[in-house]
């Protein structure tokens, strides 16, 4: 807390508008999982295999300046270089937060990659009890492997936290067992956000709107049992439960992965920037934002976007100081206080493109931008390329061609059309077929019929 207060308060002095709090880190995208809910892992396998050298890690980090260092994924567990990131991390005295769900958590321990440190956290991905949280991962067998590895983890000394994203599913008195289970596990703090609507998540029908958030985390925050430790922001909490307005400020927890810092937020692509300066400069923050009309923005309120206001908020204003020492020395709960309506929204400002390319060719490189597959691209001398677009820059596409390690740069103005020809990895036919078996696998148990456990519901790469 003091290292995020001073880092705040130097950012005043300074007088800079926008700096991130939390730099979340993505070293790789590959998983041992397949979240329904999860948009990330939706890439070409040649996509998949890749890691981030940690030279570049490092120095998007220093570039950075956050205090804080998450690093998400992707499983990061699953990433070579893991060990030597978090102690060259270490060194720099940043707070880590390595996001992790724990399958590999005890095989890593027990390797001896890790010591315990005040500055590493493992905050380990728990959507809830057995039931819940084996559904939300789409893998029975997950919740017990990750609560033996929590034990072991707190038994070696090391800081652990739980990470909750929450649905439209989730049961609000089975989530608030699930938050003293957790306690009586030696967990340092609990944080939980609403799940975000990942376009190419296979599950769309459970993301929350607003309405339903407020609902939800009123009912979870109702009379909050004693021993519960809630590991971020007072002020994000009461923005969940809907009795206080926040706006989103994206920059404030900015995500650097293998094609770059990604724009405009963890939750959006919409291609990269190469610097941390150009991703703070160059974006146009004014067409993000709940305020600004962006249909994509209407029902996020997710930490990422959130978090860093509240913080901003509570050391940038005497009213925010004192209601988070309100909050902090009082508890939540949602009987207290006056719910609020949040104010109307405004006029989204559009983008244009450039004139000088067809309206249809555009078109066609967004929606290849978009699409979690390779593509084949022909040029106007005939050649064909198969790879995958994961950025737009001005007058050029960046391109990862599925035979060879390297980006491309190829100018849109060389480019005669664009074909969606590999498989969209985002498809949502395995989660339909994971529900069906999951349901079936149910009413057998239930039944007392002895059944196995089901595995991931789609590919792993």
């Keep these: 807390m003091w290292a995020v207060a001073s880092y705040v308060l130097k950012q005043r002095i300074l007088r800079r508008k926008r700096y991130a709090t939390v730099l979340m880190l993505e070293p790789l995208l590959r998983c041992n999982l397949a979240c329904a809910g999860c948009g990330k892992i939706q890439y070409p396998a040649h996509i998949l295999k890749k890691e981030m050298a940690v030279e570049d890690a490092l120095k998007a980090v220093d570039e950075c300046g956050a205090p804080i260092i998450s690093i998400p ?86 800081r652990v936290c739980t990470n909750t994203t929450l649905f439209g599913h989730a049961d609000p ?71 206080l307005h926040l706006e989103c ?40 934002g709940r305020q600004s009309g962006n249909s994509k923005c209407q029902n996020c309120m997710v930490h990422c976007g959130y978090e860093p206001t509240a913080v901003h908020e509570t050391f940038n204003s005497f009213k925010g100081f004192l209601r988070t020492v309100s909050a902090t020395m009082n508890g939540i709960n949602s009987r207290h206080g006056r719910n609020i309506t949040p104010p109307a929204v405004g006029t989204r400002l559009e983008t244009g493109a450039d004139v000088h390319f067809s309206d249809e060719l555009l078109k066609k490189l967004h929606e290849a931008l978009d699409f979690r597959g390779d593509v084949t691209i022909t040029l106007r001398d005939g050649s064909e390329h198969e790879g995958f677009i994961f950025n737009i820059a001005g007058d050029a596409i960046e391109f990862f061609p599925s035979d060879a390690s390297e980006v491309r740069m190829i100018a849109i103005e060389s480019i005669d059309r664009v074909d969606l020809t590999g498989r969209n990895f985002a498809d949502g036919r395995s989660w339909e077929a994971w529900v069906k078996k999951y349901n079936e696998h149910k009413a057998k148990r239930e039944a007392g019929e002895a059944v196995g456990a089901i595995g991931i519901y789609s590919e792993t790469p």
């Design 249 to 288: 400020t994206p920059w404030g927890n900015p995500c650097y992965t293998l094609f770059g810092w990604q724009k405009p937020c963890y939750l959006l692509q919409e291609g990269y920037a190469d610097s941390w300066e150009e991703l703070l400069n160059d974006t146009q923050w004014e067409n993000y």
């Design 73 to 158: 994924g992707g499983e990061p567990l699953m990433y070579s270089h893991i060990a030597e990131l978090v102690r060259e991390l270490v060194k720099r005295k940043k707070y880590i937060y390595l996001c992790t769900n724990a399958l590999l958590l005890k095989k890593r321990l027990e390797e001896g990659l890790f010591e315990p440190s005040k500055y590493l956290t493992f905050n380990i991905h728990m959507d809830g009890d057995q039931e819940a949280h084996d559904f939300a991962v789409c893998r029975e067998g997950t919740y017990e492997k990750a609560e033996e590895a929590i034990q072991l983890a707190v038994g070696k000394g090391f």
């Design 173 to 243: 008195a089975r989530t608030r067992k699930f938050f003293s289970r957790m306690m009586e596990l030696g967990v340092e703090g609990l944080t939980m956000s609403p799940g975000y609507s990942y376009q190419k998540a296979p599950d769309q029908e459970n993301f929350l709107n607003r309405e339903k958030t407020f609902t939800l985390f009123r009912d979870l925050l109702k009379d909050p049992e004693p021993e519960w430790k809630f590991n971020q922001s007072p002020l994000f909490m009461e923005f969940l439960m809907g009795k």
